[in-house]
Protein backbone atom coordinates (compact mmCIF):
# COMPACT_ATOMS: atom_id res chain seq x y z
CA UNK A 1 0.00 0.00 0.00
CA UNK A 2 1.36 3.52 -0.77
CA UNK A 3 0.70 6.67 1.43
CA UNK A 4 0.71 9.54 -0.38
CA UNK A 5 3.03 12.28 2.03
CA UNK A 6 4.12 15.40 0.82
CA UNK A 7 6.85 16.83 2.49
CA UNK A 8 7.67 20.71 1.93
CA UNK A 9 9.96 23.02 3.56
CA UNK A 10 8.91 26.57 3.91
CA UNK A 11 11.80 28.43 2.92
CA UNK A 12 14.93 26.50 1.45
CA UNK A 13 19.05 26.82 3.49
CA UNK A 14 16.70 24.50 6.62
CA UNK A 15 18.87 21.94 6.84
CA UNK A 16 18.86 18.16 7.63
CA UNK A 17 18.14 16.32 3.85
CA UNK A 18 17.97 13.46 6.17
CA UNK A 19 14.15 15.27 7.33
CA UNK A 20 11.79 13.76 4.60
CA UNK A 21 12.72 9.82 4.01
CA UNK A 22 12.86 9.63 8.57
CA UNK A 23 9.70 11.12 8.35
CA UNK A 24 8.03 9.10 5.44
CA UNK A 25 9.50 5.63 7.31
CA UNK A 26 7.71 6.77 10.85
CA UNK A 27 4.28 7.63 9.16
CA UNK A 28 4.24 4.31 7.48
CA UNK A 29 5.57 2.48 11.03
CA UNK A 30 1.89 4.89 12.51
CA UNK A 31 -0.15 4.41 10.06
CA UNK A 32 0.36 0.25 10.64
CA UNK A 33 0.85 -0.13 14.02
CA UNK A 34 -2.67 1.66 14.21
CA UNK A 35 -3.81 -0.41 11.47
CA UNK A 36 -4.22 1.75 8.21
CA UNK A 37 -5.19 -0.68 5.61
CA UNK A 38 -5.76 2.10 3.37
CA UNK A 39 -4.18 4.80 1.27
CA UNK A 40 -3.77 8.00 3.03
CA UNK A 41 -2.49 11.31 2.28
CA UNK A 42 -0.77 13.44 4.67
CA UNK A 43 0.83 16.76 4.03
CA UNK A 44 4.22 17.79 6.07
CA UNK A 45 5.58 21.34 6.63
CA UNK A 46 9.24 21.64 7.46
CA UNK A 47 9.53 25.08 9.15
CA UNK A 48 12.11 26.59 11.96
CA UNK A 49 11.02 28.16 14.90
CA UNK A 50 9.96 31.17 13.69
CA UNK A 51 7.46 29.76 10.90
CA UNK A 52 5.93 27.43 13.95
CA UNK A 53 5.96 29.75 16.39
CA UNK A 54 3.38 32.49 13.82
CA UNK A 55 1.18 29.11 12.96
CA UNK A 56 0.99 28.24 16.46
CA UNK A 57 0.30 32.40 17.20
CA UNK A 58 -2.60 32.24 14.49
CA UNK A 59 -4.10 29.00 14.83
CA UNK A 60 -4.05 28.16 18.64
CA UNK A 61 -3.41 31.68 19.92
CA UNK A 62 -0.40 30.79 21.89
CA UNK A 63 2.65 33.13 20.55
CA UNK A 64 5.34 30.40 20.74
CA UNK A 65 7.44 28.08 19.27
CA UNK A 66 6.52 24.72 19.46
CA UNK A 67 7.95 21.21 18.34
CA UNK A 68 5.32 19.64 16.06
CA UNK A 69 1.69 20.98 15.04
CA UNK A 70 -1.20 18.71 13.99
CA UNK A 71 -4.13 19.59 12.21
CA UNK A 72 -6.25 16.42 11.48
CA UNK A 73 -8.93 16.63 8.78
CA UNK A 74 -11.23 13.81 10.42
CA UNK A 75 -13.07 13.22 13.68
CA UNK A 76 -11.59 10.17 14.59
CA UNK A 77 -11.99 7.75 17.52
CA UNK A 78 -8.33 7.15 19.11
CA UNK A 79 -7.28 3.39 18.15
CA UNK A 80 -10.27 2.37 16.54
CA UNK A 81 -9.80 3.76 13.17
CA UNK A 82 -12.64 3.95 10.65
CA UNK A 83 -12.12 4.79 7.28
CA UNK A 84 -15.66 5.53 6.33
CA UNK A 85 -14.83 8.45 8.75
CA UNK A 86 -11.98 10.25 6.51
CA UNK A 87 -12.71 12.07 3.51
CA UNK A 88 -10.95 11.18 0.10
CA UNK A 89 -9.32 12.15 -2.26
CA UNK A 90 -11.37 12.13 -5.22
CA UNK A 91 -8.94 11.68 -7.49
CA UNK A 92 -6.51 8.70 -5.78
CA UNK A 93 -8.87 7.30 -3.45
CA UNK A 94 -6.48 8.28 -0.83
CA UNK A 95 -7.82 8.70 2.43
CA UNK A 96 -6.86 12.79 3.64
CA UNK A 97 -5.55 12.58 7.58
CA UNK A 98 -4.48 16.03 7.54
CA UNK A 99 -1.58 17.97 7.85
CA UNK A 100 1.61 18.50 9.90
CA UNK A 101 4.21 21.23 10.94
CA UNK A 102 7.55 20.65 12.10
CA UNK A 103 10.10 22.83 13.46
CA UNK A 104 13.41 21.22 12.30
CA UNK A 105 15.17 24.03 14.79
CA UNK A 106 13.12 22.56 17.52
CA UNK A 107 13.66 19.00 16.45
CA UNK A 108 17.29 19.36 16.49
CA UNK A 109 17.79 21.04 20.01
CA UNK A 110 15.36 18.80 21.22
CA UNK A 111 17.20 15.46 20.10
CA UNK A 112 20.65 17.29 21.42
CA UNK A 113 18.73 17.68 24.76
CA UNK A 114 17.62 14.50 25.24
CA UNK A 115 20.89 12.94 24.27
CA UNK A 116 19.36 10.81 21.09
CA UNK A 117 19.96 13.22 18.52
CA UNK A 118 17.65 14.59 15.20
CA UNK A 119 16.98 11.09 13.55
CA UNK A 120 14.97 9.58 16.12
CA UNK A 121 13.65 12.39 17.25
CA UNK A 122 11.91 13.67 13.74
CA UNK A 123 10.59 10.30 13.87
CA UNK A 124 9.07 10.73 17.54
CA UNK A 125 7.57 14.04 16.35
CA UNK A 126 5.98 12.24 13.79
CA UNK A 127 4.85 9.62 15.29
CA UNK A 128 3.06 11.88 18.20
CA UNK A 129 1.90 14.19 15.23
CA UNK A 130 0.15 10.76 13.40
CA UNK A 131 -1.30 9.81 16.35
CA UNK A 132 -3.03 13.32 16.68
CA UNK A 133 -4.50 13.10 12.79
CA UNK A 134 -5.74 9.36 13.90
CA UNK A 135 -8.09 11.23 16.52
CA UNK A 136 -5.53 10.79 19.84
CA UNK A 137 -5.36 13.80 22.38
CA UNK A 138 -3.60 14.85 25.31
CA UNK A 139 -5.13 17.89 26.43
CA UNK A 140 -4.57 16.85 30.18
CA UNK A 141 -2.92 14.66 32.19
CA UNK A 142 -5.46 11.99 32.52
CA UNK A 143 -5.87 8.60 30.43
CA UNK A 144 -5.85 10.04 27.21
CA UNK A 145 -3.03 11.53 27.66
CA UNK A 146 -1.82 8.21 28.88
CA UNK A 147 -3.14 6.64 25.96
CA UNK A 148 -1.38 8.34 23.68
CA UNK A 149 2.23 7.94 25.16
CA UNK A 150 1.44 4.40 25.60
CA UNK A 151 1.15 4.35 21.77
CA UNK A 152 3.62 6.66 20.76
CA UNK A 153 6.63 3.98 23.01
CA UNK A 154 4.86 0.69 21.11
CA UNK A 155 5.72 2.60 17.77
CA UNK A 156 8.86 3.69 18.92
CA UNK A 157 10.35 0.20 20.24
CA UNK A 158 10.52 2.05 23.54
CA UNK A 159 8.75 -1.19 25.39
Not at 3 to 29: D, F, M, N, Q
Not at 60 to 68: L, N, P
Amino acid sequence: MEHEIEISRERTGLGHPEAAGLIKKAVRRALDAEGVDRPCWISVMLTDDEGIRAVNREFRGIDRATDVLSFPMNELTPGDFDPAACDADPGTGALLLGDMMISLERCAAQGEELGHGFGREIQYLTVHSVLHLLGYDHVDEGPMKRQMREREKEIMGDR
